[in-house]
């Protein structure tokens, strides 16, 4: 994840790093320029956000669709049952309390860095493996694993727990560079970095019926996972 490049503990942040024209620089000739490592990190920090939220996209696209579907290949879901989709969304709230509440203690004990890393680390880990079993109930060669009532389940848990994890994640980000930029800083910054992180939900949900196409639901959430890691 490009967020493991970033250290979320500041305190010792080194000043402003000044290269000098000429200098012992691979780059001679250039002229003098300083990075201000904040900057750096957030710029950094947004790029990653932008990834998650593109890879949100993949996995809102694949989890509606097994989720929704009467049948998707061999895996059946739900249809148009307005039922499943009110207890999958009432759902969502006291998962959403478990992942705050395992971050929260994760937080305490290992610092923010390590709480990013522990967690879009095991979002991404629940993504794959839910592509390998999306990717093994698609296979017409096998028999099927489970039945139609585990398949369903199976469904509509992957259709809460992205639910859940878009946030725990995005708040990581936000929180990381709030707490770095000055208030004049966020004013002038928060709006593009929103902005760059609809473009990548946009460039995902126009790029996902041509990713799901060439390579299934279960591939969708395989690019999934990687764009959160």
């Known amino acids: 994840h490009l967020s493991a490049m970033i250290d979320l503990s500041l305190s010792h942040a080194v000043p402003p790093m000044h290269v000098a024209s000429g200098g012992s620089s691979f780059l001679p000739g250039l002229p003098a320029f300083s990075v201000d490592p904040r900057l750096a990190s957030v710029s950094l920090m947004a790029l990653s956000m932008a990834l998650h939220y593109l890879g949100y996209e993949f996995a809102r696209s694949a989890t509606v669709a097994l989720f929704t579907s009467s049948r998707t290949g061999r895996t059946p879901g739900w249809g148009r ?47 794959a493996a839910a592509a390998a079993l999306v990717g093994r109930l698609s296979n017409a060669s096998l028999p099927p694993p489970a039945s139609a009532s585990t ?79």
């Open 81 to 127: 049952s307005s039922a499943a989709l009110g207890a999958a969304m009432a759902a969502v709230c006291p998962l959403s309390a478990l992942f705050l509440a395992g971050y929260s203690r994760l937080l305490a004990e290992f610092g923010p860095r390590v709480a990013l890393r522990a967690t879009s680390g095991a979002c991404a880990a629940v993504l």
């Open 151 to 229: 398949c369903r389940a199976l469904a509509a848990a992957l259709f809460v727990f992205r639910e859940s994890y878009v946030q725990l994640v995005g708040t990581q980000h936000w929180s990381f560079m709030g707490s770095v930029l000055t208030p004049a800083e966020g004013q002038a910054w928060f709006a593009p970095i929103a902005g760059v992180s609809s473009a990548a939900s946009a460039a995902g949900g126009a790029a996902t019926r041509r990713i799901a196409g060439a390579v299934g639901l279960g591939g969708l959430l395989v690019c999934a996972a990687a764009a959160g890691t």
